[in-house]
Nanobody
Framework: VQLQASGGGLVQAGGSLRLSCAVS????????MAWFRQAPGKEREFVQG??????????YSADSVKGRFTISRDNAKNTVYLQMNSLKLEDTAVYYC???????????????????WGQGTQVTVSS
């Protein structure tokens, strides 16, 4: 499995960006994908995730981005998106997409649960 993240860039506070994570390779019938981010000098933190199974999809969000960010997927394109609106200075970080092969009903929010990672894309929010 390979993940290719893209879509980062420089944006002013209050603006929007959409990140993409293209998945190639074989996944399990139930899996989860998530976006994490890491700011300079800080630990990697969970942003939003989506669980995918035959029953449908479930999303889970960190409180810091609720109402501003939306995770979604395009099944036909095998791509997961992170739509980021109302961006704040504190959203500045390198954003990583990740895939967990094991998923039941709860989207994991810890990095250790994820088996594959994309290369990261820089998001910089300026004032």
């Amino acid at each position: 499995v390979q993940l290719q993240a893209s879509g980062g860039g420089l944006v002013q506070a209050g603006g929007s960006l959409r990140l993409s994570c293209a998945v190639s390779g074989r996944t399990s019938s139930a899996y989860a994908m998530a976006w994490f981010r890491q700011a300079p000098g800080k630990e990697r933190e969970f942003v939003q995730g989506i669980g995918i199974s035959r029953r449908g999809t479930t999303t889970y969000s960190a409180d810091s981005v609720k109402g501003r960010f939306t995770i979604s997927r395009d099944n036909a394109k095998n791509t997961v998106y992170l739509q980021m609106n109302s961006l704040k200075l504190e959203d500045t970080a390198v954003y990583y997409c990740a895939l967990a092969l094991s998923y039941n009903t709860v989207v994991p929010a810890v990095a250790e649960r994820y088996n594959y990672w994309g290369q990261g894309t820089q998001v910089t929010v300026s004032s």
